[in-house]
């Protein structure tokens, strides 16, 4: 059951694919995916997009063995990507998980049971407005304690980074119940000694059913962390993310012509089965 629990982060920021290397990995994809990808211009929107997929075909290999040309990932009205399986497992028999990107990282999490929400936000500094009227932008979506909490917190700086904390903690909640930011934000009120033992009450009711996890990325990246509670214990014992980078590719391709949905991911954890540069990190906890 452990296996279903699983937290990978990658840092895409070295990574500076040519053309036809992107063109390449992107093929590793089955094609009604490319468009969801090549609708971006920017290389580097499109390269968080295709590693998120990337990323989602590899978990649900490596952790139910399905084979790859056999997964088919689809999204909820909502967004919420979900792997649509005709077989029943057994083992994981409520398998989900949630992926974010933001900024330098790109981030996917699991779980065999519980519902899994993740969020990554970028602390991005606002160009052509002061931090409090960037902020006011968002007012309705706080809590009063929790504006309190954001308007005081100091500096600037400080002010943002607060306001970015609470942000990423409402994300994953939403993102975890499937609802998207439709969902009424201000209702979902959050409460933590020092970010740790972080709590939430929703439309005033704690919820001890969910837990949180909140991590400094570095670089002005925070990724937070959700799963409710209605499963086993060992899911709030086994929490940690494995931290990869993406540098400079050089391709090898392992795989005869015609096998790409077996190149699409590598037998190692990580690795998508054409060599990226992977390096892999300490684990955060």
């Known amino acids: ?27 590793l994809l089955p094609q009604h995916h490319h468009s969801s990808i090549t609708r971006f211009l920017k290389m580097d929107d499109r390269k968080r997009a295709l590693i998120s997929l990337l990323l989602q075909y590899a978990l649900v ?9 056999d997964i088919v990932i689809k999204r909820t009205p909502e967004g919420k990507p979900f792997l649509e399986y005709g077989r029943v497992c057994f083992d994981f028999p409520n398998f989900n998980f949630n992926v974010s990107h933001h900024g330098d990282y790109v981030a996917i999490a699991s779980e065999p049971l519980c519902l899994v929400g993740l969020d ?5 500094i606002p160009e052509k407005e002061t931090v409090l009227e960037y902020i006011q932008n968002f007012s309705s979506c706080f809590s009063s304690l929790e504006w309190d909490q954001i308007i005081t917190a100091g500096s600037g700086d400080e002010v943002l980074t607060e306001f970015y904390r609470y942000w990423c903690l409402k994300e994953a909640y939403v993102k975890a119940i499937g609802s998207g930011l439709a969902y009424g934000l201000h209702k979902v009120e959050f409460y933590h000694t020092s970010w740790t033992n972080i709590s939430v009450k929703v439309d005033g009711v704690l919820n001890a059913l969910w837990r949180f996890w909140l991590f400094d990325l570095g670089k002005g990246h925070w990724v937070s962390s959700t799963s409710s509670f209605l499963c086993s ?3 709030f014992c086994y929490m940690e993310f494995h931290l990869v980078n993406l540098r400079n590719v050089h391709y090898e391709v392992l795989l005869e012509k015609g096998s790409n949905y077996d190149a699409a991911v590598s037998a190692s954890r990580f690795a998508i089965k054409i060599r990226l540069g992977l390096t892999c990190g300490a684990a955060i906890y």
């Open 1 to 27: 059951m452990e296996k279903g629990v699983q937290r990978w982060v990658v840092d895409i920021s070295k990574w500076d694919p040519s053309t036809n290397d992107f063109s390449f990995a992107l093929s």
């Open 61 to 69: 290999h490596e952790v139910l063995g399905i084979p790859y040309q």
């Open 120 to 124: 990554i936000v970028y602390h991005m």
């Open 233 to 235: 214990f060992f899911s």
